[in-house]
């Protein structure tokens, strides 16, 4: 528990301009949370909103969701670190369930796989999600449906990531750093609700072609690391088994 706030997670919140979700948002993080909204250069008021609803808001001008989930990350200082998105698509209250197998030892990084509701996901951002998801397992053995913004971690391993995208591809990179690591990597099913407003990223078609971008950068360096005997272990798993 951090000392200073008595908060036991800290639940980073990227932000851009997110003025009409964060009053609900905020509303549903949970008791002995504490929510950090990462301002990225909103022009609405969003931070000082936030501030004035009692969240601590740091600021990141550099645009880009990793440059925010970054920023949020540093700021941290409780034992175990939440992201979750800022529009109002992902429910806060859901984090504790996340939560309870890290705690437990059980998992050291929890996803949160979207279920989408009707008007939640876009069919190009679900059809890229399919196609992520499946080279994602082919390449790493993981059982991974969905590389969703909801997840949770402990600061301290998330920060060993030493995690180094800030842009779209940071989920990414954390996933593959952490399977690379030999982190046990576990998803839980979550509600994905129509977001609140304007989508900056998956809900347009340029939004969704410049995550793949950012992604397949990820991916291609991977696949290399991989491919190489000499960069360490690679687990690859069929059905129970797990080879190193």
């Known amino acids: 528990m951090d000392e200073m706030t008595g908060a036991s997670v800290d639940v980073v919140l990227p932000c851009l301009n997110e003025r009409g979700a964060l009053p609900w948002v905020l509303s549903r993080i949970p008791a002995g949370y504490r929510a950090i909204v990462v301002d990225n250069g909103s022009s609405d ?10 969240a601590i808001v740091v600021r990141e001008e550099r ?3 990793g440059a925010a989930a970054h920023a949020g990350l540093l700021a941290a200082t409780a034992e175990f670190v ?7 698509s992902l429910d806060p209250s859901l984090l504790p369930g996340l939560l309870a197998p890290v705690m437990a030892g059980a998992t050291d990084l929890m996803l949160g796989s979207r279920q989408p509701q009707r008007g939640s996901w876009p069919l190009h951002a679900r059809i890229a999600n399919i196609v992520l998801a499946w080279r994602l397992r082919r390449l790493t053995g993981e059982n991974v449906t969905d590389l969703g913004p909801m997840r949770v971690g402990r600061r301290t391993k998330l920060l060993s990531l030493n995690l ?3 842009r779209s591809g940071y989920p990414l990179e954390m996933f593959l750093k952490a399977s690379r690591a030999g982190w046990a990597i576990a998803e839980m099913p ?3 609700a129509p977001r609140t407003g304007r989508s900056k990223v998956t809900g347009t078609i340029r939004g969704t072609v410049t995550a793949v971008r950012d992604m397949s950068r990820q991916l291609k360096s991977a696949a290399a690391l991989a491919a190489d005997p000499a960069s360490g272990p690679v687990r690859a798993r069929t059905g129970s088994e797990e080879q190193v």
């Open 190 to 192: 979550v509600p994905y």
């Open 164 to 166: 180094v995208d800030r």
């Open 45 to 54: 008021g969003s931070a000082e909103l936030a501030a004035t609803l009692g």
């Open 82 to 88: 939440a992201f979750c998105d800022c529009d109002g």
């Open 63 to 65: 645009r880009g969701f």
